[in-house]
């Protein structure tokens, strides 16, 4: 191979891809069920944790079967019309629509049809389109990556609730930063998302990560696993240490951690700490001054240095959890969970 098997484009889906089989199939199984039982999924996590590459995964899937018609939407953009356009102009039902005498002109959507009352609400337009979906047995994917808490995705979700009560066969799947998801959830009409279904992507299996590193670079097995290791897991840096590796096979063990770390400092950590709270990132500061050279620190020391209350440290324990900052898997103790950003902190936050 002459071309390099790893990208540093997010949302791009790298020519070497470690797949989470158990969240796309978890998806697709529901979705795809004889019983309608649930239809909205967020997938959530951090920048470069493999959203985007997760949700075209199970667009890709689910296009391929013959009753599904998936429809990709710009949450920047005015959501129902562009769903309303994208279904009336799918190959699947386009035909059926003009059968039908759907009129959307009033949209600028335009086709050859036999004079007919022209809809101009654009939430009862999607409505006849869907019916027309339903007869025919047809299921419709909508997949938004990156939500916000925008008018436009507001309007959406508040009408993709009242179709799915009208049991619209339309579903829909969401990517989005922990801080996005909460803040659109938190909004008085759309409660319903609380109860949405959220599977938050965990790091990538390090073996799997081992064994793509040695088969590419042919690496004997403690190199590969030590390579594998140092990504903790993370999928941008799996992504950018092989494709560092691959660009630059002269440099040595630490000259290549240097490349690494200036790498995922400039493109990553340095955006992902403007959006910490500020009482959060004295939380991750505390742990870089108490934890020294061990791989955790106790939560009863970080408070003790910080002097905060028991109910503040929760809180930001919780946040930086659920922002997939931190580990928390041993009782009463903190630890990284992306690659170097301890030596990140270190270097750029440390005497903040």
């Not at 339309?170 to 609380?194: A, K, P, R, V, W």
């Not at 799997?208 to 190199?223: K, M, R, T």
């Not at 919780?318 to 170097?340: A, E």
Request: with cysteine; proline share 4%; charged share 25%.
């Amino acid at each position: 191979m002459t071309q390099n098997p790893f990208t540093l484009n997010f949302g791009k889906t790298p020519l070497t891809l470690i797949d989470r089989p158990q969240a796309i199939n978890k998806v697709i199984d529901e979705f795809d069920a004889p019983l309608i039982n649930n239809q909205i999924y967020v997938l959530s996590g951090i920048r470069g944790s493999g959203k985007t590459v997760t949700l075209t995964e199970i667009d890709k899937t689910l296009s391929q079967k013959d009753h599904w018609i998936v429809i990709e939407l710009n949450s920047s953009r005015d959501l129902l019309q562009a769903l309303a356009s994208k279904l009336y102009q799918s190959p699947q039902l386009h035909k059926l629509y003009v059968d039908a005498k759907i009129n959307l002109s009033f949209w600028g959507i335009t086709a050859n049809f036999e004079p007919s009352h022209q809809i101009s609400d654009i939430e009862v337009a999607i409505d006849q389109l869907l019916k027309v979906a339903r007869d025919r047995h047809y299921r419709i994917l909508v997949s938004i990556d990156e939500v916000t808490n925008t008018p436009a995705m507001r309007e959406f979700a508040s009408a993709f609730q009242i179709f799915i009560r009208q049991d619209a066969p339309i579903f829909l799947l969401m990517t989005g930063l922990y801080e996005n998801i909460s803040d659109l959830q938190n909004d008085d009409n759309l409660t319903f998302l609380y109860r949405a279904p959220k599977i938050f992507l965990r790091p990538l299996n390090l073996t799997a990560i081992s064994n793509e590193y040695q088969q590419i670079f042919n690496l004997p097995d403690p190199e590969a696993i030590k390579l594998a290791k140092l990504t903790k897991g993370y999928p941008y840096a799996f992504q950018l240490l092989g494709y560092l590796k691959w660009e630059h096979p002269e440099l040595n063990e630490l000259d290549l951690l240097n490349e690494f770390d200036a790498n995922i400092q400039e493109y990553v950590y340095h955006k992902l700490w403007s959006e910490i709270m500020f009482n959060d990132q004295k939380v991750l500061i505390a742990m870089v001054k108490i934890q020294g050279n061990h791989a955790e620190c106790r939560i009863k020391d970080l408070r003790e240095e910080l002097h905060y209350s028991s109910s503040l440290m929760s809180g930001c324990r919780d946040r930086l959890k659920k922002k997939g900052l931190v580990n928390t898997d041993h009782y009463g103790y903190l630890s990284f969970t992306l690659p170097r950003f301890d030596r990140y902190v270190e270097v750029y936050h440390l005497d903040d």
